[in-house]
């Protein structure tokens, strides 16, 4: 089936290390975003590429760094900076066609720094 | 900047029933595009419905329907016939059209719950 998957689910992280997020896709999007989701809140734009090799600062990329080796793959990695990353996490990807541009959402990896 | 807003941050309706979701956003820009998506306790994000600001039929897909208003920037979301499965949070979404980041700003969403 095609779709975008997430892993892990969960995910618990100690103070001071970094962690890797997965997002894979199979949809042959073009582009793909990660979003963090808090209590309360809407999703927030963390980092997003629209082509290989090339990705972009959303809102609150800041602790936050990312890669696009593959267009099926755009891992995050949270990294100690990251003064709070306790949150849902949200990849998503779409067509690149500004004109056309619907984010389809993954399953989400909940991260919990203990 | 763009900004969206749900007022209502929980909804409660019966089964068979209609409910209205509203949104409203503030931009300068005259095209975009409006969504809703809905996040059940899974937490799956699943696109509702979407909207192009330069269409002026309101979208419908089978039971979901938007009433767009563009001159008073409101979006709501009118859900008939509901369902147990449609409880969910639902979150309303912009996208400047055209625009180079296709970033999406989400409203603080409403949490709908629907009574047997």
């Known amino acids: 089936d095609g779709g975008i998957t997430q892993s892990p689910k969960y995910l618990f992280r100690k103070e001071g290390q970094n962690v890797t997020l997965s997002c894979e896709q199979n949809?042959?999007?073009?582009?793909m975003y990660w979003y963090r989701q808090d209590p309360g809140q809407g999703l927030r734009l963390i980092y997003y590429?629209?082509?290989?090799?090339?990705?972009q600062k959303g809102d609150i990329a800041e602790g936050y760094s990312v890669s696009r080796e593959k267009k099926e793959s755009f891992p995050l990695t949270v990294t100690s900076a990251q003064k709070n990353p306790t949150a849902f996490y949200l990849c998503?990807?779409?067509?690149?066609?500004?004109?056309?541009?619907?984010?389809?959402f993954g399953p989400g990896t909940r991260l919990t720094v203990l | 900047a763009q900004t969206v807003t749900q007022s209502q941050p929980e909804m409660s309706v019966q089964e068979a029933e209609t409910v209205t979701l509203s949104c409203t956003y503030d931009?300068?820009?005259?095209?975009?595009?409006l969504f809703w998506y809905k996040q059940p306790p899974s937490r799956q994000m699943i696109l509702v419905i979407r909207?192009?600001?330069?269409?002026?039929q309101n979208a419908t897909e089978n039971r979901f329907s938007v009433n767009f208003q563009k001159a008073a920037k409101s979006f709501s979301l009118k859900i008939s016939d509901s369902q147990l499965g449609d409880t969910a949070m639902y979150f309303c979404?912009?996208?400047?059209?055209?625009?180079?980041?296709?970033?999406?700003?989400f409203g603080t969403g409403t949490l709908l719950a629907v009574q047997p």
């Open positions: 931009t300068s820009e005259s095209n975009y595009y």
């Open positions: 998503a990807s779409s067509i690149r066609d500004r004109y056309t541009d619907t984010q389809y």
């Open positions: 909207q192009e600001a330069y269409k002026q």
């Open positions: 979404a912009f996208m400047n059209y055209g625009g180079a980041t296709n970033k999406l700003i």
């Open positions: 590429s629209q082509i290989v090799n090339d990705f």
């Open positions: 949809l042959n999007h073009d582009a």
